[in-house]
């Protein structure tokens, strides 16, 4: 068997091993490590603490992840929750909870409900998802006179720094809204925005996802992106350039969307990825987070609160990292007033 032959069979298993390698190394940054992360948590530290309602934190993920973002300043945490649990949890996981505050209630469904009262009436400037479904806190978060409801409907922002890739990029809707009509589109891209402004991105690229990059009346996700963007030069969208609609790789990759002629000031220069429904959302999300090694961190916007959901897998760093968002956010709002109006206002 000639040398070639053997260097050409052995290459699958480098490759192989070498993919390994690095997605090992991946797994194993932490937020030092990330250059976006980082940025983040040291433009919040600059920032005052928000007090933040963590609901239900009874898993050592969850209770952590207050316990991190409370030691790196971030956060003044309040926990709302059944107490003997909670302080179970910390004695197995070695935590220590003398300083924090502990609102005791029996169940999750009454720890969402506590800590939505808590934002309602200003005792809190920001939730965050314990260890309990999305679906429960976001029940409580969505009702009409004792929600945290405004104009716009809420949506979820998965921020991703993912290895390789250029700049971070903002994933939505891969949490709440399970199959958004266009007017529900209009509110997600106008949330993710608001995000990107509050994170010193000043005109985000937002790329109206589908499978191909000219409209079909077959496919309605691509009806829906050439009406986003017409709704954006009419002024229903504001604060962005929106394009689409465009597939994920001439989304993202400068070379894929030249090679298909495609002229766009966001073609291949996306920050935002607009999903067209919460399963392809979640799955792009999450096959970057388990398959490329990137680190995540999520909030749901829309409400008069910054919401912190992540997933239940993912671990305190990105917890972390969603609450040093959350603080940016709400100081972001602070010094711009008015930028989302109360349901009660009129919506």
Avoid: W
Avoid at 197 to 204: D, K
Avoid at 316 to 336: E, G, N, T
Wanted: charged residues 20%; proline residues 5%.
């Amino acid at each position: 068997m000639s040398r070639r032959l053997v260097s050409t069979l052995a290459e699958p298993c480098d490759a192989r091993v070498a993919v390994g390698q690095a997605k090992r190394k991946a797994a194993s940054r932490t937020l030092g490590d990330v250059p976006f992360l980082r940025e983040l948590l040291d433009a919040a530290r600059a920032l005052p603490p928000i007090r933040m309602a963590v609901v239900h934190p009874c898993d050592a993920t969850s209770l952590s992840g207050a316990v991190e973002a409370r030691n790196a300043g971030l956060i003044e945490p309040v926990l709302v929750g059944p107490a003997a649990r909670i302080r179970a949890v910390a004695v197995e996981a070695g935590l220590a909870l003398d300083a924090f505050e502990i609102v005791d209630v029996g169940h999750s469904h009454a720890a969402a409900e506590a800590a939505v009262a808590l934002a309602r009436t200003g005792k809190v400037a920001a939730l965050m998802k314990g260890a309990l479904h999305t679906d429960e806190i976001m029940q409580a978060a969505v009702r009409k006179e004792a929600g945290l409801r405004t104009e716009r409907r809420m949506s979820h922002v998965y921020a991703l720094d993912v290895p390789h890739h250029s700049k971070p990029l903002f994933i939505t809707d891969a949490a709440v809204n399970i199959a958004p009509s266009l007017g529900d589109k209009r509110d997600i891209v106008q949330n993710a925005i608001a995000l990107c402004h509050a994170l010193g991105v000043p005109q985000p690229k937002v790329a109206i996802l589908s499978a191909v990059e000219t409209v079909d009346p077959r496919i309605v996700s691509t009806v829906d992106a050439a009406a986003l963007c017409k709704m954006a030069e009419r002024g229903q969208i504001t604060g962005g350039l929106v394009d689409g609609p465009l597939a994920i790789d001439n989304a993202v990759s400068g070379p894929a969307a030249a090679a298909k002629h495609i002229v766009s000031r966001v073609a291949g220069d996306a920050d935002v990825l607009v999903a067209p429904d919460l399963v392809s959302g979640n799955m792009l999300a999450k096959q970057l987070v388990h398959l490329a090694g990137a680190q995540a961190a999520g909030l749901v916007l829309g409400a008069t609160v910054p919401i912190v959901v992540t997933s239940r897998s993912d671990g305190a760093p990105s917890r972390v990292a969603s609450c040093a968002m959350a603080r940016l956010l709400a100081h972001h709002r602070r010094i711009r007033p008015g930028t989302v109006r109360h349901y009660a206002d009129g919506a």
